[in-house]
């Protein structure tokens, strides 16, 4: 490195005692702020993206533990598992480990947004004159790509195993949109979690460990009848069970309107209460 | 909106009265400073003593309690927004991707800075440059040095080209051969006209870069001065040594009292005296050396060193500069 001062011709001059300049922020409308804001998420979007790219083996992993699981319950639990459905306890599983999947692909929402704030980057981007969403919105949407590549290789290990579709193109496409919307969903807590817990360890040690008993205690793996009764009562009002009673409907039939109302609600609710539950965390980190 | 900084002629940086809490920990009690545009203020304080406190403050990141801070005639708090369009800030912590290389690093904080894309390009290849980064810049950042990720991180602050830069212990960590670069980095930074406000907590450091310093202490300002002045209040080198037989140390330390600038300090922990030599000088050591020979003292591991942050400590609050007081608040 040389010594000699060389001017920064990126610097500021000391700043002119000119007249006000335009500044943004203050002269920009809403729609302006927007795009901005969209622009910073995609930016962080292609970054989350880039170093998945780097990390192979991550994105291996985060496929891999699926992917047991359906060998698992379609070889080894399957058998003692009866469930009059079509086609079998396969038909029956594999929307059940899709909906569990996507709720577990938002483990590593938490972990990121935690490592983040440890690391500093957060502190960052907070004090740069970008938008305050776009740390989350970015991570979300590249957790939107993630997740739908996830489920579309899920989908073609359980067609190897004997899954079918017994519905149409519209539905099977209706049924990863909806995994995916879910994955989102519980993103937004784990995001919320990660952001206000801060510590990554931690976040690896206990921040997901409530998914175990909203995945388990559902209708993904068994049925909900096969439950004691005060554990059904809440079985089967769980969104983990209704949004995984809707994605076996769009797979293999069924009633659709009930459960699709009730899982757009149930999502909705989600989003509505986590977002700016997280935002503030941001906000405060 | 009254006070906005288009026309402002005032300092850089104005903090008066500052306070914060944190729970029960009271983080700042009272600080207040300026900053002339284009100078160098050192935070000069042990761990816990306020500094990144201060630092998190002017940059947005915490809302103070009390008191008042601007930055380019902005107010922190109500004109948050147009205080980031200025500010550049490397934190405690390398903020950087490690999966990424430098240029990609550099190059999305320019996109997140609105550069544009040719902008953001371009200012990403002139930064690692300047950084003394350039061959290292398509390597992933993971296999970077400590020092490298340093610069690479500094660089990260630049990015914006802000007016006004803050560091927060920007060489803590780092082996002596890296401090030494990286102040050179900085000392060309200031040249280019940027106004900097970095926290240590080496006094040598603070000497090396600041032109202003302030000393902080349990959340309040100590002492404030240029490096030069701060020096003569706490005087000069310290000749420092220990005794054979060690069992004799307080007797050596009365015989020394009137010799140096100041009185003998004893360390009873590591066995070891220390005597502020001041304008005394060299006819102290001398005069400091005889004495104790004529008791029949041996002198043990003699070192003359320049005063630390902890005889700043001791010479201005009287007491030492307690290292990690608590947990470093993130907050």
């Not at chain 1, 996507?102 to 004090?127: H, K, M, N, Y």
């Not at chain 1, 807590?189 to 206000?196: R, Y």
């Not at chain 1, 993904?220 to 089967?236: I, N, R």
């Not at chain 2, 980064?133 to 602050?157: F, K, N, P, V």
Request: glycine content about 12%; overall charge positive.
């Amino acid at each position: 490195m040389s010594a000699t001062p060389v001017r920064d011709p990126g610097l500021r001059p000391p700043r002119p005692p000119a007249g006000p300049s335009p500044r943004p922020g203050q002269r920009s409308g809403p729609l302006r702020r927007l795009r901005v804001a969209l622009g910073d998420a995609l930016t962080l979007t292609r970054r989350d993206m880039l170093v998945w790219t780097r990390v192979p083996t991550f994105v291996l992993f985060s496929v891999i533990q699926p992917v047991m699981f359906v060998l698992l319950f379609r070889y080894v639990f399957g058998g003692a598992i009866h469930v009059r459905i079509p086609g079998g306890y396969v038909n029956y599983l594999t929307p059940g480990i899709i909906g569990q999947s996507a709720a577990f692909a938002s483990f590593s929402t938490a972990l990121a947004l935690a490592r983040e704030i440890q690391r500093g980057v957060v502190d960052r981007f907070r004090a740069m004159p970008m938008a305050r969403s776009a740390v989350l919105v970015g991570r979300l949407l590249a957790d939107g790509v993630r997740l739908t590549v996830t489920m579309l290789i899920l989908l073609a290990v359980s067609v190897a195993v004997g899954f079918r579709f017994r519905t149409g193109p519209g539905d099977a496409i209706g049924m990863v949109a909806l995994a995916v919307a879910f994955g989102l969903a519980i993103c937004t807590v784990a995001g919320f979690i990660g952001l206000a817990i801060r510590d990554e360890e931690a976040v690896g040690t206990f921040g997901l460990i409530w998914l175990f008993p909203l995945t388990f205690v559902s209708s993904a793996f068994v049925p909900v009848q096969s439950m004691p009764g005060w554990l059904q009562a809440f079985a089967k009002n769980q969104p983990v069970t209704i949004v995984i009673d809707e994605l076996r409907a769009l797979a293999v039939g069924g009633p659709l309107v009930l459960h699709g109302w009730e899982s757009a609600v149930w999502l909705a609710g989600i989003v509505g209460v986590f977002v700016p539950l997280a935002v503030r965390a941001y906000r405060r980190a | 909106m009254a006070g906005s900084g288009a026309d402002h002629n005032g300092p850089a940086v104005a903090v008066s009265s500052l306070g914060k809490r944190f729970g029960t920990v009271e983080a700042l009690r009272d600080v207040s400073f300026e900053v002339a545009r284009g100078t160098v203020l050192g935070l000069l304080g042990p761990n816990g003593a306020g500094k990144t406190t201060t630092v998190r403050i002017l940059t947005t990141l915490v809302r103070p309690d009390r008191g008042q801070a601007t930055i380019e005639g902005f107010d922190v708090v109500r004109q948050a927004g147009e205080v980031r369009e200025l500010i550049g800030l490397a934190g405690q912590s390398t903020a950087i991707q490690d999966e990424l290389t430098g240029r990609e690093n550099l190059e999305i904080i320019g996109r997140l800075a609105h550069l544009g894309r040719r902008r953001a390009r371009a200012r990403a290849e002139e930064l690692l440059e300047r950084f003394g980064l350039a061959e290292a810049a398509d390597r992933r950042a993971r296999t970077y040095s400590g020092g490298m990720q340093r610069r690479l991180d500094l660089a990260a602050s630049l990015v914006g080209a802000p007016a006004v830069l803050f560091l927060d212990e920007p060489t803590t960590g780092l082996d002596p051969k890296s401090r030494l670069d990286l102040w050179g980095v900085i000392r060309e930074l200031v040249a280019g006209g940027t106004t900097l406000v970095l926290t240590t907590q080496y006094l040598e450091e603070a000497d090396a870069l600041a032109d202003e310093v302030v000393v902080v202490d349990h959340g309040t300002v100590i002492a404030a001065g240029t490096p030069e002045a701060l020096k003569d209040r706490v005087g000069g080198a310290v000749l420092e040594f220990a005794v054979v037989p060690a069992a004799r140390l307080t007797e050596a330390a009365e015989l020394l009292i009137g010799v140096g600038d100041g009185p003998p300090v004893l360390d009873e922990q590591e066995a070891r005296l220390s005597l502020p030599l001041g304008r005394a000088g060299t006819a102290a050591v001398v005069a400091a050396l005889r004495r104790l020979d004529e008791a029949g003292l041996t002198i043990d591991g003699l070192a003359l060193r320049r005063p630390s942050l902890d005889d700043v400590f001791l010479t201005l609050t009287g007491h030492r500069a307690e290292q990690a007081v608590g947990p470093e608040l993130r907050r």
